[in-house]
């Protein structure tokens, strides 16, 4: 049987969730935590600011590098046990960037940190498509929620916790919820292995009354729109078992680096990415450069993350508001231009740019992750399709980051940066139209 069609799970229904939300919560903190504790990684490290800057690009880079070689590890040895040695890696990851000993633990560290991300980010909207198929959106905005909490968190406690233990305390101290998902999780690699003595069933998921079917999104006339790869009798001539014949040949999956919509999807994911990560790493210089006190501006950077809370638990609602997704791809980046534009016209309502930047950053995505599951029929395509959209995505977001900070360089202190943004998020708007449509990839 296919690592990613198994039966229904006999794990409870809570803690199929429980294991999402706690591989989530992994996530992000060991990224955030970094940004208010770089000064002093860089005093006690020896390092400049250029150094600083990559190494806060490492684990972006580590996304973009690690991201297609997931899909690949997670059909040869499962989901859930390519997502168990994710989090044992990142664990050591964590403890070894803070050991005392030589720079290089620091920087070994961050890239394995980013290399383990790398691999939940591709698989948790799978597990999430395996395991509440009918519930996508749904359960993508609490996963996503539960980031921004900690993300939040780890961002507000990083200093005070380095008063008490230096940054090594302020990162090192996120291992230990990671072996609370390991808890949570190994349950699911035992369901796994019964899975797979048991008798080999279609790659569907039961509905309410107990018939498998195929998860499709449906059009604006009802009728759903698949995008199908080829398979082993192209020319739809039907069965040709029988007496005598030759054995069908096994079909071959095809890539999704093929599809046009697989392509859109990867484009939302970069360019929401591109907008949320210049903007959580320049946001606080570019408001200092307008006026606002350094302690103020981390506070704002702690809203930003926090208001996307609500962002994420909204936007499911926003998600069913037409016969598609493409009200909410639209509106959650027309938040962002909005926003841009107020910094620009407006700065002293800064505060009511920061709520909308959370609202719109928070949203988008849930809709970018959202995607992988709505548009892809089967968990098997979705794995692929989060794979290419993530690499794609972050090599984007990556790319972004250098490209703002040479903006800076070249334009001086302001606000420039955000023009930029806001040029982003009207390419999001143009790409939202179309991907935004009702129809499924299987590959």
Do not use: C
Request: aromatic content about 6%; charged content about 10%; hydrophobic content about 55%.
């Amino acid at each position: 049987m296919s690592s990613f069609a198994r039966p229904s799970s006999r794990l409870p229904v809570w803690l199929l969730l429980a294991g999402i939300l706690l591989v989530a919560l992994n996530l992000r903190p060991v990224i955030t935590a970094v940004g208010p504790v770089l000064p002093v990684i860089g005093d006690d490290a020896g390092l400049g600011s250029s150094a600083l800057g990559v190494l806060a690009a490492v684990p972006i880079v580590a996304f973009a590098v690690v991201s297609p070689l997931v899909h690949p590890l997670a059909r040869r040895f499962g989901v859930e046990r390519t997502v168990l040695v994710s989090l044992l890696v990142l664990a050591l990851g964590t403890l070894l960037r803070s050991a005392p000993g030589p720079a290089t633990n620091l920087w070994i560290g961050t890239a394995l940190v980013g290399a383990t991300v790398a691999v939940g980010n591709v698989l948790l909207p799978v597990v999430v498509k395996k395991d509440f198929p009918l519930r996508v959106p749904a359960t993508t905005a609490w996963y996503v929620a539960t980031q921004s909490v900690f993300a939040a968190i780890a961002s507000g406690v990083a200093v005070p916790l380095a008063a008490v233990g230096g940054w090594e305390l302020a990162l090192g101290v996120w291992a230990a919820p990671v072996a609370l998902a390991l808890a949570v999780w190994l349950p699911r690699l035992r369901a796994s292995g019964r899975a797979r003595t048991s008798a080999p069933v279609p790659a569907a998921h039961p509905t309410a009354e107990g018939a498998p079917t195929a998860e499709r999104a449906p059009t604006a006339e009802g009728a759903p729109t698949t995008e199908r790869a080829s398979t082993a009798d192209p020319a739809g001539s039907g069965d040709r078992s029988g007496p005598g014949a030759a054995p069908a040949p096994r079909a071959r999956r095809d890539s999704v680096y093929r599809h046009r919509l697989a392509w859109l999807v990867a484009a939302y994911m970069g360019l929401q990415s591109t907008v949320f990560y210049t903007l959580l790493n320049w946001l606080p210089s570019v408001e200092q450069d307008l006026g606002v006190d350094a302690v103020t501006a981390g506070w704002h950077l702690f809203a930003f993350q926090a208001v996307a809370i609500v962002g994420n638990l909204a936007v499911p609602a926003l998600m069913r508001v037409g016969g598609d997704q493409r009200v909410a791809t639209t509106v959650v980046p027309g938040l962002v231009i909005v926003a841009m534009a107020g910094v620009w016209l407006a700065p002293g309502l800064l505060w009511v740019w920061i709520v909308l930047i959370g609202l719109g950053t928070g949203s988008a995505f849930v809709v970018a992750l959202s995607l992988v599951g709505l548009r892809a029929a089967d968990p098997a395509t979705a794995s692929q399709l989060s794979a290419m959209s993530q690499a794609l995505g972050y090599g984007l977001a990556a790319a972004g980051l250098v490209l703002a900070g040479v903006l800076r360089d070249v334009t001086g202190p302001g606000a420039t940066v955000l023009l930029v943004v806001g040029v982003v998020a009207v390419a999001q708007v143009l790409v939202g139209l179309r991907v935004g449509r009702a129809r499924t990839l299987h590959v």
